[in-house]
């Protein structure tokens, strides 16, 4: 079964740094858009930044010029390059990937389980 698993959240101040990755595994035809959500609690589950197959790539406003999404398709891995980090940006987040299998034959939605990211001043 395809699996997506984060790893690389945790502790850190305002104006630091973490590094997100996300690796896919099992059997599959194909993976196209992958991306990154984040989800306070009591809010609703936003958009962060996604990146086709292609390398295009999409943002959420505010993480502009600070965060950086990238992909390994080799290694079927997304990463998320956050910089400037700001105690806003606290959050559980998420993986995404739509992926063809054989069983499911057309894009589906797929999601890590999250890893925490806390932004203390």
């Known amino acids: 079964q395809v699996r997506l698993v984060e790893s690389g959240g945790g502790l850190v101040r305002t104006g630091g740094s973490l590094r997100l990755s996300c690796a896919a595994s099992?059997?599959?035809?194909?993976?196209?858009?992958m991306g990154w959500y984040r989800q306070a609690p009591g809010n609703q589950r936003d958009l962060v930044a996604t990146?086709?197959?292609?390398?295009?790539?999409n943002y959420l406003e505010s993480v502009k010029g600070r965060f950086t999404i990238s992909r390994d398709n080799a290694k079927n891995t997304v990463y998320l390059q956050m910089n400037s980090l700001q105690p806003e940006d606290t959050a559980t987040y998420y993986c995404n990937a739509e992926i063809t299998t054989i069983m499911t034959p057309y894009d589906t939605d797929y999601w890590g389980k999250g890893t925490l990211v806390t932004v203390s001043s």
């Open positions: 990146i086709t197959s292609g390398g295009h790539t």
């Open positions: 099992g059997s599959f035809v194909s993976i196209n858009t």
